[in-house]
């Protein structure tokens, strides 16, 4: 009987095989033989790709969580290739430009050609290297004196326009020769145009059967709602370029990418980016919708937190400003008054400056201010606004904070002072008498006999510092040595980059290494010009804030930074935070710091920086600097506060300042804004809470 079963069990499992095999085999019948024509024609007429989906770009913050770099929420008209048909891609950008034109908005336009007054074809300014790629051999294959009419008529033929005003064939010609530019194909969609209304987006969906391959979409565009607080710093999102691609492509770019282009979005791009979604689209042979699948999802970028205080920031632009001018104003009145007219080197060739701020316990950085600056947005949007910026000879897009180079002059006394000290050369008690010119070497040369702004007598270091005597620093310098001098200041972090996130220059340590490469000799009048910061120093003002931040932090020099941290893109993880990262030992004992320390605290209490900071609030430490050169001197302070439990380090130079007056008021208003809370009204003025005034002098000129 169990045999039985055993069988019929055997019998029934052969039956359901049998049967899954006559359905595969019925199956396989009507796939290739009774209707294998109609699914030959579909399987031949339908296309399947894979498309990208856009991650949500990461913010950009500044210490307080304030926005500089976000995404706004915005309509964008998208060209799907697959449903474009070839032939009308002219007619559709055609209609379009005309809609947007009517409604006052705007589209992407990126031809570095544009039509004059006159009706001429003409580059634009500033736009070399893309007017040389619109030339390139694997674009138009044109010779490099190619004029922009001859190039247009090219791109008139390539893109087979005819029946066009100039104005619109321009316009068509910019569309379509960024929709190439960007790699547009049935893969790679291509944003027409961002951030439209929702009227204009209404109306291209009422008329999508006119409009063949325009869709529009939610998306998100950059926007920068602090544009001129900081565009050095911050930089741009920018259309990825051929080269870029070239380098990123296998990092998964595309041609149609955005990608930073300068700044923090350019340094931090990886974290900011996101990983892009897939998924896969099925298109019949008409172009219809087949289906759609999400394959991977899109994964958001992270967001940047930066060191940067947005009100410590504006208020420096302000104060930079307004005395870049005041400089320049009380120039030309000297010049007016007592001059004739003539030039005065009093500062009325005075147009660019630049300060830095630092947190002394981690050396983040607070502030960083240029000027002159510019409006990111305007950059961006309006190109008669860049042709200005480039054309403007007191280039304003030239970060001086981190790449500008300067000649420090007395500022540079402190770096001496301590490798004097520390070698031995000198001691706190040494007495060097100043009678106004330096004779060492007049019996060698009777012509070298350099000069000091005043006649101090027999003065130890303490005086030296505070009345920035030149002969005694002449002196210290000949006794230290220019190799000497040379490897303390490196420690201190002058003439060396200090390692910030972005670009910035390393300046220049004079000395015979650096003269010898620039094809001249060093000699012993050189050495003694060094020691008062002159001869071949130059130094940018990032270098010289990090240098008054070592000594404030007893010689121990970290990393300057302006990133604080990278969370998710909720804010809500954090993934990475910035601290305390040692570089480098002044090398200094405690007590020779202290020494220096004092005779900075001197500049302020009885020296050249009292007239502003005298009867200050806070204890500050400084030192003023006279740099001779072309033109008016160049001027600069830097300092630390409060003295005896240091928070912040200033750096502030003035291009052809003339007098500390005007740096030391820059500083001022760095530690009035730090300390007591002054900041920047509606108006652009800069305001004190009137129950946080500090006391302070009324400012009058040193030197």
């Known amino acids: 009987m169990s045999k039985l079963k055993e069988n019929a069990r055997y019998i029934f499992c052969g039956i359901i095989v049998m049967a899954v095999l006559a359905v595969y085999c019925l199956r396989l019948v009507d796939w290739q033989i009774v209707n294998g024509s109609s699914w030959l024609q579909k399987a031949t007429s339908s296309s399947v790709a894979k498309v990208s989906m856009d991650a949500a770009r990461g913010e950009i913050l500044d210490a307080k969580g304030v926005g500089l770099a976000v995404n706004k929420t915005v309509y964008a008209i998208v060209f799907d290739r697959a449903h474009m048909p070839d032939g009308t891609a002219n007619k559709t950008i055609a ?20 039509l004059d007054k006159n009706g001429t074809y003409q580059f634009i300014a500033g736009k070399e290297k893309e007017v040389a790629a619109l ?13 922009a009419e001859q190039c247009m008529s090219e791109l008139v033929k390539k893109y087979e326009i005819t029946g066009y005003t100039k104005a619109e064939t321009r316009a068509i010609v910019s569309v379509r020769y960024n929709m190439t530019k960007s790699g547009f194909g049935l893969s790679t969609p291509y944003t ?15 008329n999508s059967s006119r409009l063949p391959g325009a869709t529009t979409k939610v998306t998100t565009e950059r926007q920068y709602p602090l544009g001129d607080l900081m565009p050095h710093i911050l930089g741009y999102v920018g259309s990825i370029s051929k080269e870029e691609y070239d380098t990123l492509k296998d990092k998964g770019y595309a041609l149609n990418d955005r990608l930073g282009k300068t700044g923090i979005e350019q340094a931090f791009e990886s974290a900011l980016r996101g990983k892009q979604g897939e998924k896969v689209v099925e298109t019949n042979k008409s172009g219809a919708l087949e289906s759609e699948t999400v394959t991977k999802a899109p994964v958001s970028g992270n967001s940047v937190f930066l060191t940067i205080d947005s009100n410590l920031q504006k208020v420096l632009n302000v104060s930079l400003a307004k005395n870049v001018k005041a400089t320049q104003q009380n120039g030309v009145k000297l010049c007016a008054q007592h001059y004739k007219g003539s030039s005065s080197k009093h500062g009325e060739d005075c147009v660019a400056g630049a300060a830095v701020v630092i947190r002394v316990k981690d050396f983040a950085i607070l502030a960083a201010s240029t000027y002159p600056s510019y409006d990111l947005n305007q950059y961006l949007d309006n190109t008669s606004y860049y042709s200005t910026l480039v054309k403007d000879k007191t280039h304003p897009l030239i970060n001086r904070a981190f790449n500008g180079v300067f000649t420090p002059g007395s500022s540079f006394k402190p770096s001496v002072a301590l490798a004097a000290l520390q070698e031995g050369a000198i001691s706190n008690s040494t007495v060097i008498t100043c009678n106004h010119t330096y004779t060492r070497f007049i019996k060698q040369d009777p012509n070298f006999h350099p000069t ?53 220059s390393s300046g220049i340590l004079a000395g015979p290494a650096e003269r010898s ?71 200094v004992s405690a007590q020779n710091l202290k020494y220096v320390q004092q005779g900075m605290r001197s500049v302020i209490t009885s020296g050249t920086g009292a007239s502003v900071f005298g009867h200050y609030g806070i204890a500050i430490a400084g030192k003023t600097g006279t740099a001779q050169g072309p033109g008016s001197d160049n001027v600069d302070f830097i300092g630390y506060a409060p ?19 005007y740096s030391n008021s820059i500083a001022k208003d760095i530690f009035d804004a730090y300390f007591y809370g002054k900041t920047v009204d509606a108006s652009g003025n800069l305001v004190m809470p009137a129950t946080h005034a500090p006391a302070s002098s009324t400012p009058s000129s040193s030197r």
């Not at 030339?135 to 004029?147: C, E, P, Q």
């Open 95 to 114: 209609q379009l430009i005309a809609l947007l034109t009517k409604r006052g908005e705007t589209w992407e336009d990126t031809l570095p050609i544009t």
């Open 135 to 147: 030339k390139a051999k694997d674009f138009l294959n044109m010779n490099s004196y190619a004029t």
């Open 192 to 206: 027409f145009a961002k951030d439209v209304s929702k009227e204009t987006v209404a109306i291209i969906n009422e």
């Open 452 to 504: 000091c702004l005043g006649t101090h007598g027999p003065i130890t270091l303490n005086t030296a510092l505070a009345k920035s005597c030149n002969i005694f620093f002449y002196d210290t310098a000949y006794r230290t040595g220019i190799e000497t001098m040379n490897l303390y200041a490196k420690r201190l972090g002058l003439g060396v980059k200090t390692g910030i996130e972005l670009s910035e």
């Open 517 to 587: 490469a620039s094809g001249g000799s060093w000699s012993y009048g050189d050495t003694v010009q060094s020691g008062i910061g002159q001869s071949d120093n130059q130094f940018t003002p990032l270098q010289l804030a990090t240098y008054a931040a070592t000594i404030a932090n007893n010689g121990v020099r970290l990393k300057p930074h302006l990133v604080d941290k990278i969370t998710d893109y909720t804010r809500t993880k954090v993934i990475t935070q910035n601290g305390a990262t040692e570089v480098d030992n002044a090398g």
């Open 643 to 661: 003295y005896d439990n240091p928070e912040i380090a200033v750096a502030v130079v003035l291009e052809h300042g003339a007098t500390s007056l």
